[in-house]
């Protein structure tokens, strides 16, 4: 039962909470061990909180997963793990998050706290409602990023909040475009709130994000090279991989990937080879002044 316990868990999903280390790690603190140190214990913190959710969530959805064609393989759809231990684990796991953001800041396990109420009461309703769920999947992406500057005391500009909320808006609204565009009429059944959309909207709601995310990013950019007064514009540099992972994650969802995003930044060799130039030049820009 460990190996169930363990994919419930889904471990695959804590590269989302790599976003605690964006606020520090832009503002060039993460080569010092208290920040990175703080960092980290609040990662953790995220990863025992979201897989708690996780647990709670598939236990509430337990007959909706079973008729989906892969979530019913999820371990306590699926028969695995029984519903006595998933409560049990969800509860201790929701819990033990925030507790450990609280060791390292009160202000940060409040930001815990917060995001545990939201993704259960995501889980328990609001997840049915249109627009609001995207919302609020969306505003998990910046809880992420404001609890790890709030936890290394790192103040996060207005474009990089921008940023955020925009480019986590992109993905939530890709995941249900591929979803939909997977499992058509059925869809319906897994997710209710997928009979108020359609293809057209989500698609419209991906290019508006997009483009959002590209701006911001930009402005983000250019105000932290004004910043430091760099006279190589490696900053500016950083906007074309950007850009292009953007665009090549928009051909993936027309291609009818993107259901599960964590899977294509695993798989997808484009988006990862945009992504290692992002993270090269702008670390150059950052620690290399």
């Known amino acids: 039962m460990i190996a169930a316990l363990v994919r419930e868990a889904r471990p ?28 980290a214990t609040v990662f953790a913190a995220f990863c025992l909180v979201s ?18 064609p892969r979530k019913k393989f999820r371990p306590i759809a699926a028969g695995e793990i029984p519903l006595p231990v998933a409560r049990v684990l969800g509860s201790v796991l ?46 998990g992406f910046v809880l992420r990023a404001m609890a790890g500057a709030i936890a290394t005391q790192t103040p996060m500009s207005n474009w990089f909040v921008l940023c955020i909320t ?18 058509g009429e059925g869809a319906v059944v897994t997710r209710r709130s997928l009979a108020e959309y359609s293809t057209v909207y989500l698609r419209q709601i991906l290019v508006v994000s997009c483009t959002a995310t590209a701006v911001t990013y930009c402005m983000w950019a250019l105000e932290s090279a004004a910043s430091i007064d760099e006279t190589v514009p490696l900053h500016g ?34 988006i990862q080879f945009y992504g290692v130039v992002w993270a090269v030049i702008y670390g150059l820009a950052v620690y290399a002044r």
Do not use: C
């Open 237 to 270: 540099l950083t906007i074309v991989p950007m850009v292009l992972a953007l665009l090549r994650y928009m051909l993936v969802l027309e291609r009818g990937g993107g259901g599960a995003p964590e899977e294509v930044f695993f798989r997808d060799r484009s």
């Open 166 to 183: 925009f480019g986590s808006f992109f993905i939530v609204a890709g995941k249900r475009f591929a979803e939909l565009l997977e499992l």
């Open 51 to 68: 897989s708690g959710v996780y647990f709670w969530n598939d236990i509430r959805d337990l007959e909706q997963d079973r008729t989906h």
């Open 94 to 139: 929701t819990v033990g998050g925030p507790a450990l953001a609280w060791s390292v800041r009160p202000e940060a396990g409040v930001i815990l706290v917060l995001y545990a109420v939201i993704q259960v009461a995501y889980s328990v309703g609001l997840k049915h409602v249109p627009v609001l769920d995207l919302a609020i999947v969306s505003s």
């Open 12 to 39: 695959k999903q804590w590269v989302k909470n790599v976003l605690v280390f964006a606020g520090p790690g832009a503002l060039g603190v993460l080569d010092e061990i208290g920040p990175l140190g703080r960092a």
